[in-house]
């Protein structure tokens, strides 16, 4: 898929990963919607200026299934389509499974999978009608090999891979491809409040001995999203952490 003139709708798109990640389709000559639970300010449309391209904000709750439609509707609107897709929006809530409450798991299932649900649910007919389309859904390593204190998160991102693989499936005769990333450790908000004893003990199981970037993602999102012979795979950019 070529990227110029194409619409790409990014969830939680405000900061971190996913801001990279709309910065980098826009470099690319793409339209971008901008997304968040809150308002998207002027400073951050702002950002976007340079690029040539539309910028929609979106805000609403990928997690309900009314307000997921309601945004891809906006964004069809607005754009004329949806032909990317990127299931970003994730939070983590992390404690022990002793400690863990209903709440606690229910919450992060909500956003991180059932979210990622109700979007590409709302994009997949026009994609299908189209028969064009790219949906990438945000895993993690963690997905991939686990993590103490964190199984909620690791079921949610285990549950997109799975996701990703059978909806790849429907739909790949239509030409609509849907694949997964799970970065490693990268730097942004989420870690940012790691202890440095939890940094240190991760770096030292990282074989290239360095974190990675919101760019690397963006990187890899972008290159997922140009392939049009590529679909239900699980791209690690983990520094070669789950190797």
Do not use: C, W
């Not at 539309?54 to 389509?81: H, N, T, W, Y």
């Not at 997905?143 to 991102?157: C, E, H």
């Not at 005769?173 to 990333?181: C, D, I």
């Amino acid at each position: 898929m070529q990227l110029t003139n194409k619409n790409v709708f990014v969830t939680g798109s405000s900061r971190g990963i996913g801001l990279a990640i709309a910065h980098k389709f826009a470099q690319l000559g793409a339209n971008v919607v901008l997304n968040s639970r809150g308002a998207i300010s002027e400073e951050l449309l702002a950002e976007f200026s340079n690029y040539g391209v539309k910028v929609v904000p979106i805000s609403g709750d990928v997690s309900d299934f009314a307000d997921a439609k309601r945004m891809v509707d906006q964004a069809i609107a607005e754009l004329g389509s949806v032909d990317v897709l990127v299931n970003n929006a994730g939070i983590t809530q992390d404690t022990l499974m002793l400690k863990m409450t209903e709440e606690d798991f229910e919450k992060v299932i909500k956003i991180n999978l059932t979210g990622a649900f109700n979007m590409t649910q709302a994009v997949l007919k026009q994609m299908i009608k189209a028969r064009e389309g790219a949906i990438i859904n945000m895993s993690s390593v963690v997905g991939l090999m686990g993590n103490i204190g964190q199984a909620n998160y690791a079921a949610s991102k285990a549950g997109l891979i799975g996701f990703t693989k059978s909806v790849a499936r429907e739909v790949a005769n239509r030409n609509v491809r849907v694949n997964a990333l799970a970065p490693g450790m990268i730097e942004s908000d989420m870690t940012a409040v790691l202890s440095d004893k939890v940094k240190e003990a991760t770096l030292a199981q990282i074989p290239m001995k360095h974190f990675g970037q919101a760019e690397h993602i963006a990187d890899a999102t972008v290159f997922l999203a140009g392939q049009d012979y590529l679909t239900g795979q699980v791209l690690a950019v983990d520094g070669g952490l789950s190797m």
